[in-house]
T-cell receptor, first 114, second 122 residues
Framework: DVKVTQSSRYLVKRTGEKVFLECVQD?????MFWYRQDPGLGLRLIYF???????EKGDIPEGYSVSREKKERFSLILESASTNQTSMYLC?????????????FGPGTRLTVL | AQTVTQSQPEMSVQEAETVTLSCTYD???????LFWYKQPPSRQMILVIR??????QNATENRFSVNFQKAAKSFSLKISDSQLGDAAMYFC???????????????????FGKGTKLTVNP
């Protein structure tokens, strides 16, 4: 089974802190994704990576950056956390071979910024 | 840009009954894929069922089936013999079949609806 893990289930940070959210997948998937999930808004794509050191902005990249130094690991970085970044963050990975292959999701990190 | 609409924020069903969750989408493309994902409380999101637009036959996975109406751009999920474990948020999602990355609106981008919270009553 594909396994996507995220470094923390719950995280509490203060405004202005630099925050790292880590995601690791164990199935050698090429593509990795970071989403933000808010009630009533569904999932919105923050960033996408299709290879090591390669990335694309999603729909809401403002205030976020990403890093992918190794194929299995994709990090989301909040350079200076703000209260409006309090949310659930989901990581996903997918093999690139076929378009209808599913994305596999991690358990999510619920981030609270005080 | 493609959009996905789930018009039912919440639904409830009695155990063992059948429930249908609605999803409509807007696209100018003819080739695409549609998905239903399930997110149980405090658990990981998992794929329930998927449908390729070029296939006329509705997809079925055990108690889960879809009613895909391409002309109407409708993709509803039917859950038969509902079980307590079916209680979850359900998300409908669209993916283009056009090769390309997310910035190009291509096939690596999933567009999600806002979700429907399903409650199963014992």
């Amino acid at each position: 089974d594909v396994k996507v893990t995220q470094s923390s289930r719950y995280l509490v940070k203060r405004t202005g802190e630099k925050v790292f959210l880590e995601c690791v997948q164990d199935m050698d998937h090429e593509n990795m994704f970071w989403y933000r999930q808010d009630p009533g808004l569904g999932l919105r794509l923050i960033y996408f990576s299709y290879d090591v050191k390669m990335k694309e902005k999603g729909d809401i990249p403002e205030g976020y950056s990403v890093s992918r130094e190794k194929k299995e690991r994709f990090s989301l970085i909040l350079e200076s956390a703000s209260t409006n970044q309090t949310s659930m963050y989901l990581c996903a990975s997918k093999r690139v071979i076929r378009a209808y292959n599913e994305q596999f999701f991690g358990p999510g990190t619920r981030l609270t910024v005080l | 840009a493609q959009t996905v609409t789930q018009s039912q924020p919440e639904m409830s069903v009695q155990e063992a009954e059948t429930v249908t969750l609605s999803c409509t989408y807007d696209t100018s493309e003819s080739d695409y894929y549609l998905f239903w994902y399930k997110q149980p409380p405090s658990r990981q999101m998992i794929l329930v069922i998927r449908q390729e637009a070029y296939k006329q036959q509705n997809a079925t996975e055990n108690r889960f089936s879809v009613n895909f109406q391409k002309a109407a751009k409708s993709f509803s999920l039917k859950i038969s013999d509902s079980q307590l474990g079916d209680a979850a948020m359900y998300f409908c999602a669209y993916r283009s079949a056009r090769f390309g990355r997310v910035g190009q609106g291509g096939s690596e981008k999933l567009v999600f609806g806002k979700g429907t919270k399903l409650t199963v009553n014992p």
